[in-house]
């Protein structure tokens, strides 16, 4: 059974949004995520921002880009909900080390309020699904 089969005919909240919105999604936030994460990974290669604080933004990369493998190769509904649980723990992580540790960089916060708001989403909605179709 081919990945768009098998996610098909998973059960699903009514509230999921259609398949087609993940990809505009997740296109906008990529660039968001692609900017303020490089600002935040730059300021720490030239020393402007300690290591320590970039450390939950570098997690969360790789959190979020093991979930397609774990949902979609491994059709595995359990590990993707530990992994997006993981992706918006280390985002919220990543969103108040920087909130503290430098006022100069708050810019990158505001910048990821849509990617927090739509991991929380996502995390409630593969919450749900891993338990509908447990």
Known sequence: MNTSNWYSQLLKPSWAPPSWLFGPVWTVLYA?????????????????????????????????????PLQFGLKNNLLAAIDILLVLGTLIW?????????????????????????????????????????
């Open 32 to 68: 968001i995520i692609a900017v303020s994460f490089g600002t935040v990974f730059w300021k720490t290669f030239t020393g402007k921002l300690a290591w320590i604080v970039a450390l939950p933004f570098a997690l969360n990369l790789i959190f979020n880009f093991a979930f397609t």
């Open 94 to 134: 990543a969103l108040l080390a920087l909130w503290h540790a430098s006022p100069g960089l708050r810019w990158v916060v505001f910048a990821n309020i849509p990617y927090l708001l739509w991991v929380t989403f996502a995390t409630g909605l593969q919450l749900t699904i891993t338990y509908l179709n447990r």
